[in-house]
């Protein structure tokens, strides 16, 4: 190929070759990825112009130069910069119609696709005529857009429905969920997929047919994505060819929606009626309203919120430990952990380090119970291959890391043990005097206790400074958090090991100092007291959990003690007592409760019942009957049941900062976030405070206080903080 470069933009280098094919790489210099900037939007209209007029090339190919990525979408912090509507809506009408000048082009177009194709990327990828993409396991498209609280704002709303039709469509837009290149390919969305080693060559070729307007492409026909739709059955045709059956299929969505996402997110709403819009009314009247959506949408606290999340989790990822003079730690090497205990926790624990290409060796009491953390593995690889995400010998590559035991042979080498024994102050001990006698001076001892001071169980050491807190939450491979407590005593690296593990299982980490219940726990504990409270003072299992999924919480509180089991409820409401009892105290009915043999879902004796599975959830009524009231509950509103709560959850993330145990609000609200499913749109306990300002919420503590029960007592940093006039994040 001889090369005529015209021009070397930053971002964009269009290459002519002698064929007439015009191939237009985007290599953001300095980026790990690609994202639409305005940078990138500007030197794309500089192309687009130049083509627009341009004789000597007869097609065009565009993809990526980076090796693992094509567009990650558009660039967040250009729009978290978006202070009006009107501002939002011209930054996506500009969008619009740069799209719609790249799809209007006089020659052929031709996308390649490698990698994240995400947002703004897909748009622009929906935009050009014929899409190609590797079949890399990494090739994911996606419109993402509802995550962060908006919508597709560059034409994604209109042409995908009319691409791959209304209800594959929705299924994107309203989820973001990722879609690989063969489901890809099978929904029409992407025409071919081809390895990633042929994807440029075969562009081209297919570009140099396309010029030639002929249908000699090798052996894959080109045809209109749209034409080729993926196989549906003859219901969904109907639904989706016909007025009324779109208009059914718009109820159905609409309803679906409020049941799943409530009223908290407007973003799903208003991509539902731009793509219901897209039938029936003009290409241009569709972006139109696709862009006065997207101004909408840009300016709500909601978007703000999951942005400045999007941002923190960004930032955290690329974060290692510092140390007192704030030089980061480099981790130690991780070749073999040791997992004690192959529960529920320490088989989903082992499963996720094999998972990564760790090798992992788990011990418990006896072979019995030491191969269920095997059949945990078994069926999480097993369901992996079911849904064709792994091939069957990379499920055997992973059980082979495994390997289980009753004894402590083997885990001499290991330089990580992780132990998830029963939450037992002097079992625990007990293990880690065990397992030290046997391992390594370096070897690093981390517990998953869910409640136990870490220095408490250190007490049992002879190396304390290698023990470390990393707990995680129950299912360990969906749950997202890791939160890892460090004691006085903790060495640097072993901090900084932990929390490269974390980040190498795939989760959000964050790091807290050492206290009974850490920082999540703590917080929980605090609401949980409550809970029960309210409880016993006559408010229905229902009306509790009713009060808080209003509220934005995804499981009830009484549910979730059901999911728990009483019996970790209770123990951990011990330890927090014997902790903080002064303040939080616990009625004496709850202890009845308690005791009473109910543990919850595990022995389908809850607050709920779950005798039938397929039945919809119902209370247990025989839960109330040795409680005030009896089956006679009250009437307590669902606004002051849930000030009650989150108020005493709020109160106490505070006093957890003022204690030094969380090291940043930030910190504070990913942990509420993605370990205990407080509200995202609310920003976390500490964002949320700032929203309401802080005076108002200690106003509130102040009335709750006087209300109901001295616990309500305002956190010293709030009383402060109100005072001066601060904020958390001061106004960021
Ligand atoms: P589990 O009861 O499912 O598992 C505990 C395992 O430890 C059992 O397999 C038991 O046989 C084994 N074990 C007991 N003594 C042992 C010994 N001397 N040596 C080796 N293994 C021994 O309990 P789960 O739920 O896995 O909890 C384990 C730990 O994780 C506890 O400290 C708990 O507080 C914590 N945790 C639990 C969470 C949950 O949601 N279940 C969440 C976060 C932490």
Redesign the pocket.
């Known amino acids: 190929m001889t090369t005529d470069t015209i021009e070397a933009p930053r971002i964009t280098n269009l290459e002519i070759g002698a064929d007439g094919v015009g191939v237009l790489t985007i290599d953001a210099p300095g980026e790990k990825v690609n994202t639409l900037s305005a940078a990138l939007s500007a030197e794309m209209q500089e192309v687009i112009e130049r083509l627009e007029t341009s004789t000597d090339v007869k097609a065009l190919v565009l993809l990526s130069g980076k090796s693992d990525g094509f567009i990650a979408g558009a660039d967040v912090k250009m729009l978290a910069r978006v202070r009006t509507a009107e501002d939002g809506e011209r930054i996506s009408r500009e969008g619009s119609a740069l799209l719609c000048r790249l799809e209007n082009l006089p020659m052929p177009t031709v996308v390649a696709i490698h990698g994240a194709c995400l947002g703004g990327g897909l748009e622009v990828a929906l935009a050009c005529r014929y899409r190609l993409a590797s079949n890399d396991p990494s090739t994911q498209l996606a419109l993402p857009e509802v995550q962060l609280g908006l919508l597709p704002g560059a034409g994604g709303t209109q042409r995908l429905p009319r691409l791959v039709g209304m209800q594959a469509a929705l299924d994107m837009i309203l989820t973001g969920k990722r879609v690989r290149a063969d489901r890809a390919r099978k929904m029409g969305l992407v025409h071919e997929v081809v390895p990633r080693e042929v994807l440029r060559e075969r562009a081209c070729q297919v570009a140099r047919a396309l010029a030639r307007a002929t249908q000699d492409l090798g052996h894959i026909p080109i045809q209109p994505a749209s034409e080729k739709r993926p196989a549906v059955s003859v219901g969904q045709l109907v639904l989706q060819a016909t007025m009324p059956g779109r208009a059914m299929m718009y109820r159905q969505v609409k309803k679906s929606l409020q049941k799943k996402v409530g009223s908290h997110y407007p973003a799903p709403y208003l991509a539902l009626e731009a793509v219901y819009y897209s039938r029936g009314h003009a290409f241009q009247e569709g972006l139109d309203i696709e862009s006065r959506f997207f101004g909408q949408l840009a300016v709500s606290e909601v978007a703000r919120n999951l942005m400045r999340l999007f941002f923190a989790t960004t930032a955290m990822k690329g974060e290692g430990w510092k140390d007192r003079e704030g030089h980061v730690v480099p981790p130690l090497p991780v070749e073999k952990v040791g997992v004690?205990?192959?529960?529920?926790?320490?088989?989903?624990i082992a499963t996720l380090l094999a998972d990564k290409g760790v090798r992992v060796r788990v011990?418990?009491?006896?072979m019995e119970?030491?191969s269920?953390?095997a059949g945990y593995a078994a069926k999480y690889f097993g369901d992996k291959v079911k849904k064709r995400h792994i091939r069957p010998y990379q499920k055997d590559m992973a059980m082979g890391l495994l390997s289980v035991t009753d004894q402590y042979t083997g885990f001499g080498t290991s330089n990580l043990l992780i132990?998830?024994?029963?939450?037992?102050l002097s079992?625990?001990q007990?293990?880690l005097r065990?397992v030290e006698a046997v391992t390594g001076p370096d070897t690093i001892f981390a517990?998953?206790?869910?409640?136990?001071p870490i220095a408490q169980i250190a007490q049992a050491s002879s190396r304390p400074q290698n023990v470390v807190g990393m707990?995680?939450?129950?299912p360990v491979e969906k749950m997202p958090l890791l939160e890892v407590i460090v004691t006085d005593k903790t060495a640097d690296p072993v901090v900084a090991t932990a929390l490269a593990i974390g980040k190498k299982m795939g989760k959000q980490v964050i790091v807290v100092r050492d206290g009974p219940g850490f920082y999540t726990t703590r917080a929980l504990a605090a609401m949980m007291n409550e809970t029960i409270k309210v409880f016993v003072e006559g408010a229905s299992v229902e009306a509790i959990d009713r009060a808080m999924r209003d509220f934005g919480f995804p499981v009830g509180p009484m549910a979730l003690i059901d999911?728990?089991?009483f019996d970790?409820a209770s123990?951990?409401i011990h330890v927090i007592l014997d902790a903080f009892g002064n303040r939080m105290q616990t009625p004496d009915e709850a202890f009845l409760l308690f005791g009473s043999g109910r543990l919850g879902r595990k022995n389908k004796q809850g607050f709920y019942l779950y005798e039938d599975a397929k039945k919809k959830k119902e209370v247990d009524p025989t839960v109330y009957d040795q409680m005030p009231y009896g089956r006679d509950r009250r009437e307590i509103p669902a606004k002051l049941i849930s000030d009650r709560l989150s108020y005493a959850f709020m109160n106490e993330a505070a006093m957890i900062l003022e204690d030094g145990i969380l090291l940043s609000p930030r910190d504070g609200d990913i942990g509420a976030i993605f370990g205990l499913g407080f509200p995202p749109f609310l920003g976390g306990p500490f964002r949320y405070m700032d929203t309401v300002g802080i005076p108002q919420v200690v106003a509130r503590l102040r009335e709750l206080k006087e209300q109901c029960s001295r616990s309500f007592e305002p956190a010293g940093i709030l009383v402060k903080m109100a005072e001066e006039g601060r904020t958390f994040y001061n106004g960021r």
């Open positions: 004690l205990g192959g529960g529920l926790m320490g088989g989903g011990k418990d009491r006896d119970s030491a269920k953390a132990e998830a024994v029963f939450e037992d079992l625990k007990r293990v065990d517990s998953n206790t869910s409640s136990l707990h995680f939450f129950s999911e728990v089991g970790v123990k951990v």
